[in-house]
Each structure stands twice: as C-alpha cells, then as structure tokens.
C-alpha cells in the first residue's frame, strides 16, 4: 500500500465506482447503510482493499459483508470496465474500525472531564500547604540595596 500517485488515483477512483455501485446497482437486501470510507490500492495495482461502514446493528454489519462478498465479481468487472487499466485489481471489503474507535475514545475524554470535575469539586476552597509559588525568583534590586559610591 505505497503513496505513489498512481495509485492514489486509482484509488480514490475504485472509491467513486464502489460507492455509485451499491446506490444504483447492487440490490441485495442484506445490504444496509453503507458508507465507502476508503479504498487503498497496492504500488503494483493489483489488490485493492476497500473500507466500509455500516450504520446499525451486529446483524446489520454481517449481513452487509455478506452482500458484499456476493457482489464482489460484479464491483470487480465493472471497476475494470470504467478504469480501463490492463490487469484489473482484486478486491477485498474490510469493515473500518473508526468508528468504534472514535466512540471509545468520546468515552475516555468524557470520564477525564468527569475526573477534573472531581478534582476540581476537590481543589475548591483549599490553600497551599507553603507558598503559592515555590520557585526561587531573582531578587529585585532597590535603590537602597545599591553600594554607595565612594
């Protein structure tokens, strides 16, 4: 899955005809809500992984991959009729983690806020054991403090 610019374009290009693809074309009733989030295309061009959301339940997501592998050949052929490269990349659907990833990680900010809430509850009213700041500071000099000149 390298960067070169080929390939990118190949992909977000294998993105626009997956997505076109399951609007319009497949109609298989397993398949649910679909979102294509990306598509990564290998340097040579010929394995194409494709990324996937599902808006829905447990069965929801399993009865879309199952769509999906069933409509694999016909995504494939017609990525090959519309690019119109010699070797037509094979393709593989991966569900994308982000967004139980992104949940997890709402739930671990929203317990630290609730944590500095609580520290804060805490904090309120109480006064340092010493000085409020307890770094040394340069001391500033007064006119007094100055040695006479002789």
Known sequence: ???NPRSRRL?????VIVAQMLDTRIKDP?????????VRVTGDLQSA???YTVYGSDEERAGSAAALESAKGLIRSEVGKQTGIRLTPTIDFHLDAVPETAAHLTAALDEARRRDGELAALRAGKAFAGEQDPYRKPREHDADDLPDEV
Do not use: P
């Not at 397993?30 to 990306?38: A, E, K, N």
């Open 1 to 3: 899955m390298t960067d």
């Open 11 to 15: 992909a977000d290009r294998i993105k």
């Open 30 to 38: 397993r398949l649910g809500f679909v979102t294509v989030t990306d």
């Open 49 to 51: 992984a494709v990324f």
